[in-house]
Every structure is written in C-alpha cells, then in structure tokens.
C-alpha cells in the first residue's frame, strides 16, 4: 500500500510558478513510479509528467513541455512539477500516481494503482 500526498498548489498570475510536492509513504514507496496528471472539471484525466523505470530520464507531455520539469528525491520518496510561465490553460486539479515498475513508462491514468488527493492550481489574470 502506498500513500500519496500532493501539496504546492494556489493560484498564480499567468506567467508565474508554481512548484508541486508529491510525497509517498508506506514500505515500498521506492519502488513505485510516481507521475504527474491533471484534470479539469467536465473533461478526462490527462497525463503531464513521467519519470522512466531506472529514473534516468522523463516524459513530459507536449503542451508543458519546455515549461514543467518533473524531478524526484529518491532518498525522500517525493516527487516534484516544477510548473514555470504559467498559462490559463494550465488552470486544473494536478494528481499524483504512483505503481510499480513493471515496464519502463506509463501514461494511462488507468495504468497507475495510487492516487494522491489532488492539488488545486488555478492561473489567472
């Protein structure tokens, strides 16, 4: 069983940051892959961010891309979304997921077992 708790959300002016937390708890929380969606009221779950099995590189979904930077303290079991130039678009409540490593990535919410709470960002004018 693992734990997720997201944190760091609000609301800021377009063009601002915003740094997202997702801490995971529970024995094996290493060996999950912990990844990043967003959703917005009305619409499916969309994939943002993914951190590869191994960890050694990321994936990140073309409409942040060049924006967001997803990282990951290994040692802590947390995992940031380094959200920079905010857009209105980018307006949405942002999830954590985590599942175990069985294939290098994944990008489906359905894949993912664990989700976190939900962190509300909202970026206005």
């Known amino acids: 069983q693992v734990q997720l708790v997201e944190s760091g959300g609000g609301y800021v002016q377009a063009g601002g940051s915003l740094k997202l937390s997702c801490a995971a708890s529970?024995?094996?929380?290493?060996?999950?892959?912990m990844d990043w969606f967003r959703q917005v009221p009305g619409q499916e779950r969309k994939f943002v961010a993914a951190i590869m099995k191994g960890g050694g590189s990321t994936i990140v979904a073309q409409p942040v891309r060049g924006r967001f930077t997803y990282s990951r303290d290994n040692a802590e079991n947390i995992v940031y979304l380094q959200m920079n130039n905010l857009k209105l678009e980018d307006t949405a409540v942002y999830y954590c997921?985590?599942?175990?490593?069985?294939?290098?990535?994944?990008?489906?919410?359905?894949?993912?077992?664990?989700w976190g709470q939900g962190t509300q960002v909202t970026v206005g004018t």
């Open positions: 529970g024995r094996t929380a290493s060996r999950y892959l």
């Open positions: 997921a985590a599942r175990l490593a069985d294939s290098d990535y994944y990008l489906n919410p359905s894949d993912y077992d664990y």
